[in-house]
């Protein structure tokens, strides 16, 4: 695997996840990664607006180019739902595993959640990543799945989005701000951000999950 920071636009956390989609299909509420204790800071100046800040350093590297675009050729089509019923067990336990190496040291941000997915078929949720604190994106892919790639972005609303990170995976599991490194929101960037987990070779389940932890200062 190989992952690739890429950006143009704000940043918060985007926590996705898909998998077996086993009973009903619910629609995704939005992932909040609990904020960093605040210090307190003398000062007169009001909080800033989103508006009034800078946007975020562009990252030095793009999406892979075939990734981007079968993301992009699939991208008016709707995310799938997440299930409402219990991640299947094997993958839930392959999941756990990858989580061991890829996200030491950081806390569970909240349960898996999981999709069955067909071939350029997606699950998309938002995510929310406050300022002093840090994430990683987990996707395990279950029997039957051959590729998935991430891409966390900023919200399309119909348009093309900013792309903040991806991972082209070169088999069923993917990762964004694993062991390489947590990642943490841009100076200035929004928090409101979306993760979406595409299968771009062969089909089944999907389970994702994010973990968090304090940003290094």
Same mark, same amino acid.
């Given at each position: 695997?190989?992952?690739?920071?890429?950006?143009?636009?704000?940043?918060?956390?985007? !926590?996705?996840?898909?998998?077996?989609?086993?009973?009903?299909?619910?629609?995704?509420?939005?992932?909040?990664?609990?904020?960093?204790? +605040?210090?307190?800071?003398?000062?007169?100046?009001?909080? +800033?607006?989103?508006?009034?800040?800078?946007?975020?350093?562009?990252?030095?590297?793009?999406?892979?180019?075939?990734?981007?675009? !079968? !993301?992009?050729?699939?991208?008016?089509?709707?995310?799938?739902?997440?299930?409402?019923?219990?991640?299947?067990g094997v993958?839930?336990?392959?999941?756990?595993?990858?989580?061991?190496?890829?996200?030491?040291?950081?806390?569970?941000?909240?349960?898996?959640?999981?999709?069955?997915?067909?071939?350029?078929?997606?699950?998309?949720?938002?995510?929310?990543?406050?300022?002093?604190?840090?994430?990683?994106?987990?996707?395990?892919?279950?029997?039957?799945?051959?590729?998935?790639?991430l891409f966390?972005?900023?919200?399309?609303?119909?348009?093309?989005? $900013?792309?903040?990170?991806?991972? &082209?995976?070169?088999?069923?599991?993917?990762?964004?701000?694993?062991?390489?490194?947590?990642? $943490? $929101?841009?100076?200035?960037?929004?928090?409101?951000?979306?993760?979406?987990?595409?299968?771009?070779?062969?089909?089944?389940? &999907?389970?994702?999950?994010?973990?968090?932890?304090?940003?290094?200062?």
């Amino acid at each position: 695997m190989r992952s690739a920071p890429a950006a143009v636009c704000s940043m918060g956390l985007v !926590f996705v996840a898909i998998t077996l989609g086993c009973g009903g299909e619910q629609a995704a509420a939005p992932l909040v990664i609990a904020a960093a204790p +605040r210090r307190a800071v003398a000062s007169a100046t009001p909080p +800033r607006s989103s508006a009034d800040l800078a946007p975020p350093r562009a990252p030095t590297d793009a999406p892979e180019p075939e990734a981007l675009r !079968f !993301f992009l050729d699939h991208l008016a089509a709707p995310a799938v739902p997440p299930s409402s019923g219990a991640p299947p067990g094997v993958a839930a336990i392959a999941l756990a595993n990858t989580a061991l190496g890829e996200a030491k040291g950081l806390t569970a941000a909240g349960p898996p959640v999981f999709a069955r997915l067909l071939v350029g078929q997606r699950l998309s949720i938002p995510v929310t990543l406050p300022p002093g604190r840090c994430a990683t994106f987990l996707a395990q892919g279950g029997l039957g799945v051959i590729e998935i790639d991430l891409f966390l972005t900023t919200p399309a609303e119909g348009t093309v989005p $900013a792309f903040l990170a991806s991972e &082209v995976a070169s088999g069923p599991v993917a990762v964004i701000g694993g062991r390489k490194g947590c990642m $943490a $929101a841009p100076e200035g960037a929004p928090s409101a951000l979306v993760l979406h987990a595409i299968v771009r070779r062969g089909e089944g389940n &999907v389970l994702a999950q994010v973990f968090a932890r304090d940003a290094p200062p």
